[in-house]
């Protein structure tokens, strides 16, 4: 299958070589309805508007002690051979590991909690499973941010995700503060989507999970979001949980606190929103980054 032939029916064009547009999304951010889980309308409402939606305590934290004391076993050792660790450019600390719902079998029963998966199911109306899953580990002192994007425009173009149909939990692991690299929001964001200039390199993932350079939006792209949307800051407790809709714009910055910011990240994708082929790039991404199982998740 050449490029061409995934952009015909493409809602979402990107990774262009014209000058990128703001385009409206043609998708809703809220697929369920209050009797199809946990959340109650008003909170579905909020999501709907906002694209995220906080959950204090999702986890107690007996619970996550428990699963910060597996992450941080999990980061220590010999990685160099492991292409799901990736770690910082200049200092060589763990930035990330992959794919942890795989390889813990304490995060594989975590993302089949009730109070992660229910709340999944209904923000996307559907039986779900896990398009990514990941720890970012924001180290004190050494940990970089993530520059301003949208997950969805990546994983549209290069793991040919057709629409905006998936959703984030991030579960602090650590207290999250303003100043220890909290994750920004734009709020409401999520309803446009920002072109991307520039066609995808070759195995790109093997640099962009360092630092992206493709597939970020332009200053003045970023300038007119935050002038319309504004932006918030996720900051909770251990055991915290942010949701975020795919297209929302977000980052970070960097942490150069005593104070880590580590999270898990579980990504849902809509069983309905199976990936295709990439929209904007010659090849597929690896499974650890991008599964293409869509067998329903369930207990
Ligand atoms: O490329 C990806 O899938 C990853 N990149 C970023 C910056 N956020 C989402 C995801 O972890
Ligand atoms: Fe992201």
Known sequence: ??????????SYPTRITGKPEHLPRTHPTVWGTEGDG?????TLANHETRGYTVVDQLLSPGEIQTYWQELVRMSSGDH????????????GEVRSIFDVHETSALIAELVRDPRVLDRARQILGSEVYIHQSRVNYMPGFKGTGFYWHSDFE???AEDGMPAPRAVSC???LTDNYPF?????VMPGSQRTFVQCAGETPQSNYKSSLKEQRVGVPGEDDITKLAAEYGIDQFTGQAGSALWF????????????????RSNIFIVFNSVENALREPFAAIERRPAFIAGRDSTPLSR
């Open 245 to 260: 809709d795919s297209n929302v714009m977000h980052g970070s910055s960097n942490n150069i606190t005593p104070y880590p």
């Open 154 to 156: 990546t994983w549209h």
């Open 1 to 10: 299958m050449t490029l061409t032939d995934t952009r015909v029916d493409d």
């Open 38 to 42: 946990p959340l109650d309308a008003a």
């Open 80 to 91: 160099r051979d492991d292409e799901r660790v990736i770690t910082e450019a200049k200092t």
């Open 180 to 184: 220890n690299g909290g994750l920004m």
């Open 170 to 172: 991030s579960i602090a």
